[in-house]
């Protein structure tokens, strides 16, 4: 099965700092990788689709790249509302997510 | 407005079994895969189990796998997930997702979920 690896489990960093989370596939997946964002008590909210792909709605302050086995998530300028859970997820034969990066202000 | 309402959850015992259920409005039901995805207090996600818009083809995790069943009502736009033999490691938030239409297992919206607790 492939695992999906993510770094780091947590972070802090200032309003308006880049912040790169990664996410590593123990056997390449191409482009088929997910990233999400969950803030405290909600559901999940689909953040970009196809390593690169905005989903519609999303700030553009969200980006992706990678492809393969490495990938990352970059948030451009942090804003409060950010602070959130967020997790990678491979999509092609059963899906399976990354473990979690958790973004606070700090 | 998509809109996913998940019910059912509650306290079983051990071995005990429970039905969940996910009422969707607001998107054609029957052209979309939908999917259970779970969360145990404090955890990340896991994928349970998956269901193709005409409920012909089933999917699940091997942690489920003969314990869960998935099962879809096109005619009245709602997903259920039978839950039997159930085990402590099977507590969590369960939420029922909807699968993009540009590919299975992307997860477009989500509903609130519903907790399942597995305690004696």
């Known amino acids: 099965d492939i695992q999906m690896t993510q770094s780091p489990s947590s972070l802090s960093a200032s309003v308006g700092d880049r912040v790169t989370i990664t996410c590593r596939a123990s056997?390449?997946?191409?482009?088929?990788l997910v990233w999400y964002q969950q803030k405290p008590g909600k559901a999940p909210k689909l953040l970009i689709y196809?390593?690169?792909t905005l989903q519609s709605g999303v700030p553009s302050r969200f980006s992706g790249s990678g492809s393969g086995t490495d990938f990352t998530l970059t948030i451009s300028s942090l804003q409060p509302e950010d602070v959130a859970t967020y997790y990678c997820q491979k999509y092609n034969n059963a899906p399976t997510f990354g473990q979690g990066t958790k973004v606070e202000i700090k | 407005e998509v809109q996913l309402l998940e019910s059912g959850g509650g306290l079983v015992r051990p071995g005990g079994s429970l039905r969940l259920s996910c009422a969707t409005s607001g998107f054609t039901f029957s052209t979309h895969g939908m999917s259970w995805v779970r969360q145990a207090p404090g955890k990340g996600l896991e994928w349970v189990s998956g269901i193709s818009g005409s409920g012909y083809t089933t999917y699940y995790a091997d942690s489920v796998k003969g314990r869960f069943t998935i099962s879809r009502d096109n005619s009245k736009s709602t997903l259920s997930l039978e839950m039997s033999s159930l085990r402590a490691e099977d507590t969590a938030i369960y939420y029922c997702?909807?699968?993009?239409?540009?590919?299975?297992?992307?997860?477009?919206?989500w509903g609130q979920g519903t907790l399942v607790t597995v305690s004696s």
């Open positions: 056997q390449g997946i191409f482009n088929y």
């Open positions: 196809a390593a690169s």
């Open positions: 997702a909807r699968e993009s239409v540009y590919d299975k297992s992307i997860f477009d919206y």
